[in-house]
T-cell receptor, first 115, second 110 residues
Framework: DAGVIQSPRHEVTEMGQEVTLRCKPI?????LFWYRQTMMRGLELLIY????????DSGMPEDRFSAKMPNASFSTLKIQPSEPRDSAVYFC?????????????FGPGTRLTVL | TQLLEQSPQFLSIQEGENLTVYCNSS?????LQWYRQEPGEGPVLLVT?????EVKKLKRLTFQFGDARKDSSLHITAAQPGDTGLYLC??????????FGQGTRLTINP
């Protein structure tokens, strides 16, 4: 299995532009998680899906952020408009089961820089 | 709100030395996971501990879960440059989410 695939690996954009991050989870995994990692705040959960349905988006910072999972093999995280404070590494992870009973498999991340 | 504290934040030691890093919670853990994140990659699960007092070994890594389940430690024997990375502990929040600590950034110098 190829593992969790994320694209792009690096994104540099200007403030105000729309940014779309993409994720392909491991086939057969029912849970998909989006995280953001910064030096100041560490690894924070933004939103997670179960069977393509958003379950908890309480970590999404504000309305500029949105996430979708149109099918079991694809998810997007969109930021519109982007701001410099959104600069971070964004990770997608998937798991067969949730919580500590299910190991989360992380993608390599997308490093976003907003100028 | 659960709060995970990891210490130290940064640790830089020479190859061959031993080290211990810690993870503490403001409340009792139901269970705990340890992850390692190498530069430019996502975290990878190392171990899950569930029972108070539990000790698990993974080659040169020894994981201990406190008897009261409020703390955990990771001990590395004879550290090697390949051990370099960010070590994260995580505990469940509710039924399905994980909360991660800030991590210990470990550097092993050849």
């Amino acid at each position: 299995d190829a593992g969790v695939i994320q694209s792009p690996r690096h994104e540099v954009t200007e403030m105000g532009q729309e940014v779309t991050l993409r994720c392909k989870p491991i086939s057969g995994h029912d849970y998909l998680f989006w995280y953001r990692q910064t030096m100041m705040r560490g690894l924070e959960l933004l939103i997670y899906f179960n069977n393509n349905v958003p379950i908890d988006d309480s970590g999404m910072p504000e309305d500029r952020f949105s996430a979708k999972m149109p099918n079991a093999s694809f998810s997007t995280l969109k930021i519109q408009p982007s701001e410099p404070r959104d600069s971070a590494v964004y990770f997608c992870a998937s798991s067969l089961r949730a919580g500590v009973q299910g190991e989360q498999f992380f993608g390599p991340g997308t490093r976003l820089t907003v100028l | 709100t659960q709060l995970l504290e990891q210490s130290p934040q940064f640790l830089s030691i020479q190859e061959g030395e031993n080290l211990t890093v810690y993870c503490n919670s403001s409340s009792v853990f139901s269970s705990l996971q340890w992850y390692r994140q190498e530069p430019g990659e996502g975290p990878v699960l190392l171990v899950t501990v569930v029972t108070g007092g539990e000790v698990k070994k993974l080659k040169r890594l020894t994981f201990q879960f406190g008897d009261a389940r409020k703390d955990s430690s990771l001990h590395i024997t004879a550290a090697q440059p390949g051990d370099t990375g960010l070590y994260l502990c995580a505990e469940p929040s509710g039924a399905q989410k994980l909360v991660f600590g800030q991590g210990t950034r470990l550097t092993i110098n050849p």
